[in-house]
């Protein structure tokens, strides 16, 4: 992944082949209810949106950074328990969904490609001494197969992370895309499918679109009348699909902007909801079936030396089983393996946060400093 706003990957293809945002859906089953769901939920006069383009204040922006990022504090504000603390790589000029005044959803999105991981923010505004600060983050492994903990949100409403589901100008000029996008409904119940994990329902109809719902676009729309880079971009729809991430307009598909998109953007807009199909709805998850599984555990959490003097070296150690990923706090933030070398300037107590999809353990210690 090259550096910079809006950067190329490289034809790096987020998370493992695992991932249901990798999983080619093209022969998966539809729904019974279906043409139901597309005309109640959709509406059958509705057209794709691409919620993205040229605009800089359109579409949701990113950026890739050296793994030699300096790490800053966040400070959490509305969702701190389902939240991953910092510190993280965020520069002082992250772009910012909307614009640097925008009252929206304020998305940040940060790929470090030194360590591969991937730092998501909401609602998030720079501070003056280099912080950030923001309502709800989420730190994504790009190398594994990760999920938030069941019922737990991230930056986006459905717990899902949001970068590995966007429309991006490199990838389309590549000539293949690899993966599910992102989309949008009006209204959803208080439930949801994987690899979605949260719901932010906004309806009690118990037939509304759960988050984490899927669409695939009919192998039999035809494409052919569509400018090369277009055919690349609805050919995904029907192999990979479009997943259910939050409410918002119908059928509004989310990208990243870029002044390199051309005129022929719109022409997605001649797509009719009806050209897709939603695959079948199972597992659906509610407050009555969520699933339980061993949480992690931590074993073991040390620091050698324990005592040092201002600056100097000190090893963290654990041990952590049934974990997806690892966060030390502060100071190391988002780690792999089972150690870190730290340099506290101050006495500083250092908390270790072990997570998977069933949830959170952590662990402390307190290193002196002389």
């Known amino acids: 992944m090259t550096a910079g706003a809006n950067a190329s990957l490289g034809g790096f293809l987020p998370f493992s082949s695992a991932s249901l945002w990798n999983t080619d859906i093209s022969s998966a089953s539809v729904d019974p209810n279906s043409d139901s769901i597309i005309s109640n939920y959709i509406g059958s006069s509705t057209h794709l949106h691409p919620d993205f383009g040229t605009d800089p204040t359109y579409g949701i922006p990113y950026i890739v950074v050296n793994g030699t990022q300096n790490l800053v504090p966040i400070n959490l ?106 989309f949008t409904v009006p209204h959803t119940r208080a439930a949801f499918i994987p690899p979605a994990s949260h719901w932010a329902a906004n309806t009690s109809d118990p037939n509304a679109p759960p988050m984490g719902m899927r669409l695939r676009l009919k192998s039999s729309y035809d494409i052919s009348g569509y400018s090369s880079q277009m055919q690349v971009i609805l050919t995904a729809m029907k192999k990979y699909g479009l997943i259910l991430a ?56 040390t620091a050698a030396p324990a005592t040092v003097s201002a600056g100097g070296s000190v090893t963290l150690a654990w041990t952590a089983n049934n974990t997806d990923y690892v966060i030390v706090s502060p100071g190391a933030g988002a780690v792999r393996g089972s150690t870190v070398t730290i340099q506290p300037a101050t006495t500083t107590t250092y908390t270790i946060y072990a997570t998977n999809q069933y949830g959170r353990t952590t662990a402390n210690l307190t290193v002196t400093v002389q």
């Open 77 to 182: 504000g509305a969702y701190p328990d389902e939240s991953d603390p910092g510190p993280m790589p965020v520069p002082s000029n992250a772009p910012i969904e909307g614009g640097s005044s925008s009252t929206g959803d304020r998305h940040v999105l940060v790929l470090d490609n030194g360590n591969c991981f991937l730092y998501e923010l909401y609602n998030a505004a720079p501070g003056s001494n280099g912080s950030w600060s923001a309502d709800s983050t989420a730190v994504w492994d790009l190398l594994g197969n990760e999920r938030r903990p069941y019922s737990w949100t991230s930056a986006d409403a459905a717990g899902l992370p949001i970068f590995p589901g966007l429309v991006r100008y490199d990838e389309a000029a590549s000539g293949k895309i690899q993966h599910a996008f992102r």
């Open 246 to 301: 939050d409410n918002g307009s119908a059928l509004y598909v989310t990208g990243a902007s870029d002044n390199r998109w051309g005129s022929d953007l719109d022409s997605l807009k001649n797509v009719p909801a009806t050209a897709f199909e939603v695959l079948a709805m199972s597992p659906i998850y509610t407050s009555s079936n969520l699933p339980s599984g061993a949480s992690p555990s931590i074993s073991s959490f």
